[in-house]
């Protein structure tokens, strides 16, 4: 208990409660102990000094030093240590990214005085290195440093190596198990061909310990200021969300006298809350106020080309085999960068009750019942005058339900199993001749399918190869047929998502996969699957949904490939070909074509490759599009990634990625990466380059990264390929 103590040593002396220790010190506290060659202890004042190989241990607070000399009350626990060296464990806050070291703090200086709550030391250093030659230190006259809380000093100059690179006229370092605390982030500066140079500050709120916020500004000198807004919260522990604004206030670029501006806003969102009895909400918010504000001020090649923005919240709840969802979305899908060039689809809200399949019957001809269900309110816009364009009421009522029976019959290795379903719908308008029209519409639309399924083909091959001890290899055919009827006024029917797509149809499917197995050890992989696939149509016109000389998109041809090809009458798909291959551990290969033998060749191609051996790594790919003219226009475009390293590998790191498109003969997107870590920091260089749409930058940036502490300078970790 407190006040307690026991002290050992090779030899002892007393006079009037004043003890002389040699030798072997060692002095046993509640919660601490001490170690020294020769010490002193008064049991009158209660004051212990002890001089050569000083060490203290504290427990409750996970402390150790060591020193030449100490002084320390036992009653109070204040003391003063001379020459003092220390260690404290600080939090590792384990991020994606973050550079992270499992030091512990370490702190030196001349002397330091040890208080209830803080040690303050005189003119020393801490770093979070190993020792003794630490990378990084942070110098200064005075340190107060609270052990599991936080280390605070002025004036600090940091060195790297020795060398002092940057003065912190304030610094602070949280020891906490949440280290969340306001303050001004590290500024940051760079250089765009674009832009100009810019400069950024910003500050962090902990508002509480369930909501923080941030705030970023930048001047971009060409252009103007931009303004990045993180909200991020936790209201209860079965609730979240994050919020964040970006937006610039452009000033514009001169052409023939005019300034031509490209300023706006993008709000995006995430947030989620769980209820009682399995009720869930989740929400997604995605706004943004043009398609040319994107595509000049991202830094992301990858949102640079996405023209879709979706914003969608649901309620939704199980019950038992049956779901219910309340939803509501809005889908906005620009055009292009003209303004008001966009497409607007949104449900105010739309309400669905599916239930899965329930056993109605048993026996040799099982029977399953299952249903969709749905009713919403609709509303689609298209502003910009071009033929075909139109928008209708803002609240037009939709409404379906669909049962659907199907059963199974078995016969060796063959199945045959059939599905009917019935699709109600009633529409509140119809659209005719490209006009909305005030008049509902009602569709009863039976469908018929049925898979015939084959027994598999294998064959063992019991020959040790590279790739593993033994090999199979299987066959898996297929067969179905599937027939709809009864949508007639497949062109009356106004577009909002794909349930609208649905047209007659009156078509066989055919296709097979080959797959191969490998047996490695104990365990069984498949190394390589290989499936063909087409559709034949009896029925080319699709009841009447098809209409020659331009794209049609009906839904059977957009659950057949991702690709429309539907553009001239026709009695057969495509052939649909994927091949995936894992021959061994770090290599991958993909390739995703389609070939149509109307034009005798293939029309869509996709090709990608990786490849990884230690450190080195390699990842090629190619989309080639190759369809008629009145479908889309070609395309040809090449990517690849090479490097050594990896994210936070200590040592050098390099990676060069690319993007280019053959026909345009333009590389729309290249990052090169040259990175440095040690066991406390590291630093990245990076070069990018962005030419699509209206943005044509380069771009220099740089970081500095200190382990379990954060990152200064320009360059965000979710632009690093490291």
């Known amino acids: 208990m407190k006040g307690d103590y026991d002290i050992t040593s090779d030899s002892q002396e007393s006079a009037g409660g004043v003890y002389q220790l040699h030798g072997h010190v060692v002095v046993e506290l509640f919660d601490a102990t001490f170690r020294a060659d020769e010490a002193e202890y008064d049991e009158n004042t209660h004051v212990f000094k002890a001089r050569g190989n000083v060490y ?6 996970n402390e150790i030093l060591y020193c030449d000399t100490a002084e320390y009350n036992t009653d109070t626990g204040r003391g003063t240590f001379g020459h003092v060296r220390g260690f404290m464990k600080t939090r590792v806050v384990a991020r994606p990214g973050l550079l ?85 982030l590290s500024p940051e500066a760079g250089h765009s061909s674009q832009f100009g140079y810019f400069f950024g500050l910003g500050y962090y709120w902990a508002i509480s310990r369930s909501f923080d916020a941030s705030y970023v500004a930048q001047d971009y000198t060409s252009r103007g200021y931009a303004h990045h807004i993180d909200f991020r ?32 806003f993008s709000l995006t969102g995430t947030g989620k809350i769980q209820f009682g009895n399995d009720w869930e909400a989740r929400g997604n918010l995605d706004y943004l106020t043009s398609l040319l504000f994107r ?41 292009d960068t003209v303004k008001d060039d966009f497409i607007i689809v949104r449900k105010l809200p739309e309400f669905d009750f599916s239930g899965r399949d329930h056993q109605l019957a048993g026996g040799p001809f099982p029977l399953w019942f299952s249903f969709d269900s749905s009713f919403g309110l609709y509303h689609r816009v298209e502003p910009a005058p071009q033929p075909g364009y139109y928008e209708n009421a803002q609240f037009m009522p939709r409404g379906s339900f669909s049962p659907s029976v199907n059963t199974a019959a078995h016969w ?8 009917f379903t019935l699709h109600e719908s009633f529409y509140g308008q119809t659209l005719v001749s490209g006009t909305v029209q005030n008049a509902a519409l009602t569709r009863s639309v039976p469908e018929f399918d049925v898979d015939f399924i084959l027994p598999s083909l294998s064959r063992i091959y019991n020959r040790k190869t590279f790739l593993g001890e033994k090999l199979k290899h299987v066959i898996e055919p297929r067969f179905g047929y599937r027939y709809v009827t009864g949508v007639s006024n497949f062109a009356e029917t106004l577009r909002f998502d794909q349930f609208d797509l649905f047209s007659n149809t009156n078509e066989a499917s055919a296709g097979f996969t080959n ?24 029925d080319p016109t699709f009841g009447g949904a098809f209409v020659p000389g331009q794209r049609n998109v009906v839904l059977t041809a957009m659950d057949f490939t991702g690709f429309s090809y539907l553009d001239h009458s026709r009695r057969y798909s495509p052939v649909s070909s994927i091949l995936r291959a894992l021959p061994r551990p770090g290599v991958a290969v993909q390739w995703q074509a389609d070939y149509d033998p109307l034009l005798h060749r293939l029309v869509n191609s996709t090709f990608s490759t990786d490849f990884r051996l230690r450190q080195y790594f390699i990842s090629m790919g190619q989309n080639v599009v190759r369809p008629d003219a009145i479908l889309s226009p070609a395309a040809d475009q090449l990517r690849a990634t090479l490097g050594y390293g990896q994210t936070n590998r200590k040592g050098w790191n390099a990676a060069f990625s690319t993007v280019y498109d053959y026909r345009q003969q333009i590389m729309q997107f290249a990052i090169g990466q040259l990175s440095y870590n ?15 749409g209206t943005l044509n930058d380069n771009q220099f940036k740089f970081a500095y990264t200190i382990a379990n502490i954060g990152t200064f300078g320009n360059l965000k970790k979710q632009e690093r390929i490291f």
């Open 678 to 692: 040690t066991d406390c920091c590291g630093f990245s260089v990076e070069f990018r380059r962005i030419a699509f």
């Open 295 to 335: 595509q000049t001020f991202t830094q992301s090649f990858n949102e640079a080309i996405y023209s879709a923005v979706t914003s969608t919240a649901f309620l939704e709840k199980h019950f038992g085999s049956y779901t219910f969802e309340a939803q509501a979305s809005r889908n906005e899908n620009f055009q």
């Open 412 to 419: 060796g290795g063959f199945s045959v199993v059939p599905s």
């Open 233 to 264: 919260g936790k209201p209860t522990n079965k609730s979240d969300f994050n919020l964040i604004f970006y937006g610039v206030n452009d000033r514009g670029v001169q052409q023939g006298g005019n300034a031509i501006k490209a300023g706006g």
């Open 56 to 61: 203290y241990r504290n427990y409750e607070r």
């Open 515 to 538: 797959r191969l197995y490998a047996r490695r050890g104990d365990s069984t992989v498949e190394i390589l699957s290989w499936q063909l696939f087409a559709k034949a149509f009896f």
């Open 100 to 184: 992270l070291s499992n030091e512990p703090f370490y702190f030196e200086g001349k002397y330091a005085e040890r208080f209830e709550d803080r040690y303050i030391l005189h003119e020393g250093y801490i770093t979070d290195c190993q020792m003794p030659s630490p990378w990084w230190t942070l110098s200064s006259d005075v340190f107060n440093i609270y052990p599991g809380d936080r280390a605070v000093t002025r004036n600090g100059v940091y060195h790297v190596r020795g060398v002092p690179v940057f003065f912190f006229p304030y610094f602070y370092k949280g020891l906490k198990k949440e280290p969340r605390k306001s303050g001004f």
